[in-house]
């Protein structure tokens, strides 16, 4: 089974433009993300897969793979489609630029989903952790999803999901963590199927793959990290890297 990592690096982030060639701590966010997926060891291949000249130079002039996309794209699992489409290659694990914190254990746990399906049932699988502060339940920010008893999604929300009507239900919420492991053919299929009316309410892209039926597992874990959408999430980045 051939596994590949790739890391989709838009430079104009909305809500961080330029966040990814921040400076964190020596190298930028977006060169310690890459070597975080290398130093897992996981991987027969890392890529990164980018619109922009400055993020492919910064991480070809240290040495690293990086892939021009060609097309202009909305999302990261459209730029990672464009570039493995004629690779040979089973599963494509997308690790977010944004994440330099990013851990083998998490990956481990998303690549052994497709290990131990004998059946090819899944399409896709992904992290989820446990929410308890009310806050970032109702962050719009924080993608949640609700699963069903054998833990495939069953929606994603940046709306707190389950609604709690009774308060004597006891409910757990989960966060979407954005590591995705993917068939090659489920991430094909994803880039030439048109967006639909769910995915364009919630701009979550997950949503486009349950639209159509495909299925996602998912895995919990306990690994947080920092994901860096803000300048303050880099401040805390710097501090826990130090």
């Known amino acids: 089974m051939k596994i590949i990592s ?3 690096a838009r430079y104009a982030a909305s809500r961080f433009p330029g966040k990814l060639m921040q400076d964190l ?3 930028t966010v977006i060169l310690r993300t890459y070597k975080a997926a290398v130093r897992t060891g996981l991987f027969d291949d890392v890529f990164v897969v980018t619109d922009s000249e400055i993020i492919y130079d910064e991480i070809v002039k240290n040495g690293g ?5 060609v097309k202009e794209h909305d ?3 459209d730029r990672i489609a464009e570039a493995v489409e004629h ?4 599963i494509v694990v997308n690790v977010q630029g944004d994440e330099p914190f990013t851990d083998r254990e998490s990956l481990e746990k998303v690549i052994q989903v497709f290990k131990d399906d004998a059946l090819k049932e899944v399409d896709l699988a992904s992290l989820m952790t446990k929410i308890d502060d009310w806050d970032e339940i109702n962050n719009p920010n924080t993608v949640k999803v609700i699963t069903d008893q054998r ?3 069953m929606y994603f929300s940046r709306s707190p999901i389950p609604y709690q009507r009774d308060q004597q239900t006891a409910v757990s919420y989960y966060k979407h963590k954005g590591v995705y492991a993917f068939r090659k053919d489920a991430i094909v299929d994803f880039y030439r199927l048109p967006m639909r009316m769910l995915e364009a309410t919630e701009k979550i892209e997950a949503i486009r793959y349950l639209e159509y039926g495909k299925k996602i597992k998912m895995v919990e ?7 860096i959408d803000t300048p303050e999430d880099l401040e805390r980045a710097k ?4």
């Open 6 to 8: 790739m890391i989709p």
């Open 25 to 27: 701590s020596g190298e």
């Open 65 to 69: 793979k990086a892939i021009r996309s």
């Open 75 to 77: 999302c990261g699992s």
């Open 87 to 90: 690779m040979d290659v089973d």
């Open 151 to 153: 833990n495939f999604a």
């Open 221 to 227: 874990t306990d690994s947080e990290g920092i994901e």
């Open 239 to 242: 501090k826990v890297w130090k």
